[in-house]
């Protein structure tokens, strides 16, 4: 069986990036957009692992690289969705079109 | 070894002892008054401060990845004042508050944050200190819990700095991709300008450009300045944006020294438009911190200039202006926090005849917008004169002179606050305020500081000696 060429999975995680950004641009729910950043997040792990695997398969910068971009993801969840719970208590809604007080 | 460790990484450690304590007295503890508190916190942050100053060594730690210099020490020495007089500055502000020291644990794990992210050697580090450093400063943005406009603002930083460092972070793993190390010592010589280098380092131009508010990427900064209470506010606008600058300035001056010429003209195209924007609409803002808050955009527009200058002079002018520039934005933000905490007003509007019942307070904020304006006695003006001609040694003359003209269209909004102060009749001006010893120490050091840092000529010299050039 042959092997799967890097750029396939460059190009997923590429996809995935783009997918995410999209996402965070168009959609006004909050967790949504949370959502999306977690994806931009990910495709960036894909390419680490991959380029790790592929590239430079002698070292492990790029694996170490991927752990601790899941934790801190998980940390910015958590303080992103504390501070969606306490707007939502202030605005009783979790659009973004609803927060805009201020402008310009 | 051992005691390298602890002296190469002084600055860190005393801070995450600091946080410690707070923590401890926050747990043994209810009955301590929340001045007391204050006090505590104050003397430990000036013990910090002085601290600073001794027992500095140069050298690496853990495989590269912590570095420490003298121009490092400096910028850590300058952060750990600032932080001081915000710290200072707050104290009316918070006086009245019940979590005075959970905010005091976020700002210095913010601070931490910043130390590991200046003497980063490898991108990892970096990632890591960044990210120590904004996650808590979008938690304390919403430290008014009751306030609408305070959540409002933590969630726009939240998100925009959670998309800015997915930008930064896919710039890196390309990088990696590209090169094979994380190693700021070795990636130089792995960069050659090729389309997927290029590429890779938008992606990171642009997640710094977020992070210091550089105009396609500033949208989020004048929101978040004004709904955030004043002192996180000025600790966003003052030490946040030096501490990223301080590192942008290294990794493009030691990392991406290759691709100089590229790099050299999106810098020029941000500069110009950041100072155009910038200008523009602080010109229209009624609200002071709104004002400010695109007053310090343009003030990062002629940054970029300095930095653009990639000489030897581009740096020491860099660090020297952001010196300047703590001094006046900090005495600036420290009478409107004075005066929103006492009185809840922050409108030019309300400014009006402020000279008649508070003439002390409006010296101060008259010098720091002064300074801001870069008007010659003051200190601003010594900044940004250098700045402009550490730009001006590329050549660029073109580039130099629309800077030069911008600073003439900053003076009209200066000019107009300081106007509405002494010379505006206001039929209910502010009353006349008590201002406590603390944060009216913390004036009078920055007041000092904008007077005497321009005449006195060996703290540039110091400076420029420890600074490098391409």
Known sequence: ???????????????????????????????????SIELILNSVNINFVAFNKYLYSDQLNGVFFTIFIIAIAAAEAAVGIAIIINLYRGHHSIDVEDAGEMKY | MNTDFFILMKFELLVAVIIFVLIFIKLASNEWSTKAVLNVVNILLLTNFIAGFFLNHDGTLFGNMFSTT????????????????????????????KHVLEFYILLLSTLLGMFFMIS??????????????????????????????SSEAAMKLIISSAFSSGLLLFGISLLYGATGTLNFSELPQHLNGNALQLFAFILLLAGFAFKISVVPFHLWTADVYEGSPVSVTSYLSVISKAAFLFVFVSVLYNVFKPLANTWFNMLMLLSILTMVVGNLFAIRQNNLKRFLAFSSITQMGFILVGI???????????????LIYFFSNLGAFGVIAFVSASTGKETMDDYKGLYKTNPFLSWVLTISLFSLAGIPPTAGFFGKFFLIMAGAGKGNYVFITIAALNMIISLYYY?????????????????KLPINTLPKLAMIVCITGIVSIGFIHPIYDYIYSLSFGL
């Open chain 1, 1 to 35: 069986m042959s092997e799967i060429p890097l750029t396939h999975i460059l190009f997923v995680s590429t996809a995935l990036f783009f997918i995410g950004m999209y996402g965070l641009f168009t959609r006004r729910n909050m967790i949504t957009m949370l959502m």
């Open chain 2, 120 to 149: 980063s050697g490898n991108l990892l580090m970096f990632y890591l200190g960044l990210e120590l450093s904004t996650i808590p400063l979008a938690a304390i943005c919403n430290f008014d819990l009751e306030k609408r406009k």
């Open chain 2, 308 to 322: 653009s200058g990639s000489s030897q002079m581009g740096i020491a002018s860099v660090i020297y202006f952001l």
């Open chain 2, 415 to 431: 000019l107009k606050v300081v106007k509405a102060i002494f010379m505006d009749a206001n039929e209910q001006p502010i009353e």
């Open chain 2, 70 to 97: 003298k121009l490092v020490e400096l910028q850590k020495n300058i952060l750990n004042l600032g932080t001081l007089i915000i710290s200072a500055q707050a104290y009316t502000w918070l006086k009245n508050h």
